[in-house]
């Protein structure tokens, strides 16, 4: 029997997910949605993105499941110092990545429960992660690459920048697909695995970086993780505006990494569900 498909994502009303449901539905079993009724940065959500985009969850419900994270748990002093350890963590954001650590972790006891003893392949990814459902069909109908997956394997994307005008050097590695043998190995760590160098797949996606309109980048920026980019330096929307047309980093706005995104002319070349997004987040860019 060929394995289940289990695309399990961390959702924060990204506009990529409704493209990532078309495109995968035909490949995937069952997509997990995971959102927290706070950001990450720990403030309380006005409303849960599942609620207010639950007609557009419809169409897929029947392979949908959707987990919400009421509050979470304190850090204990030792999650702090192991968090604070790490090259990219500073001091101020330590809280803000447990929180995300516990979200994603989540997920695994969910799978390991609902589909034990069965062969299955996990899709660890954030909802503007969209991979290639060539490849994820490989995962169900390949022997060798479902057992590949016993170690966990990148998804190495292509990456754009606020929508499929600009396109970064570099490619994304941050999502994994690993097997039921995988993920008992890593012992349902999914949010450090995320973090390490692993083998992987190329040309498995694409990486929909900012994809939002200007206030949708700023209300990002504030929510996520790296708290130190929520101050008015890199939330300013005039800012965000100018970088959304000219393709500028909005993290690093008139230094010398703006050179890591360049112009992207080929769009036709795109599978037809990504050029026909790409007309739905220009507009939204543009008039909204």
């Known amino acids: 029997m060929q394995p289940k498909i289990i695309d399990t994502i961390l959702y924060n009303g990204e506009p990529a997910l409704q493209l990532r449901l078309e495109m995968l539905k035909h490949v995937v079993d069952e997509f997990v949605l995971v959102e927290a009724a706070t950001t990450f940065s720990g403030v309380p959500k006005p409303f849960l993105f599942t609620d207010q ?38 001091e101020q954001s330590a809280p803000s ?5 516990h979200q994603r972790d989540l997920i695994a006891p969910y799978v390991a ?13 954030d909802a503007d992660e ?48 690993v097997n039921d043998h995988g993920l008992q190995a890593i012992q349902g760590k999914l949010a450090e695995t995320r973090l390490l160098q692993m083998q992987h797949i190329d ?30 330096k890199f939330t300013d929307v005039a800012m965000i505006r100018r970088c959304l047309r000219e393709g500028c980093d909005i993290l690093n706005a008139g230094s010398d990494t703006e050179d ?29």
């Open 203 to 232: 040309a498995a996606g694409w990486h929909l970086c900012y994809f939002f309109n200007a206030e949708g980048v700023a209300r990002k920026l504030r929510s996520y993780s790296h708290t130190e980019y929520s101050g008015e």
């Open 53 to 90: 985009h639950a007609a557009l969850l419809e169409p897929y419900r029947h392979k949908v499941t959707i987990i919400i994270v009421k509050s979470f748990p304190e850090p204990s002093d030792d999650d702090l110092r192991d968090l604070r350890s790490r090259s990219y963590i500073n």
């Open 130 to 177: 969209i991979p290639n459902p060539d490849i994820v069909h490989r995962m169900r109908s390949s022997v060798d690459l479902y057992h590949a997956l016993d170690v966990p394997t990148a998804m190495f994307m292509r990456m754009f920048y606020y929508n499929f005008s600009w396109l970064r050097f570099q490619r994304w590695p941050m999502a994994f697909a």
């Open 97 to 101: 990545w447990f929180r995300e650590q």
């Open 113 to 125: 429960e609902r589909y034990k003893g069965q062969r299955y392949v996990i899709l660890v990814c």
């Open 260 to 288: 890591e995104t360049r112009p992207f002319d080929d769009i036709s070349s795109l599978p037809i569900e990504l050029q026909n997004f790409q007309k739905q987040i220009m507009f939204l860019q543009e008039y909204s």
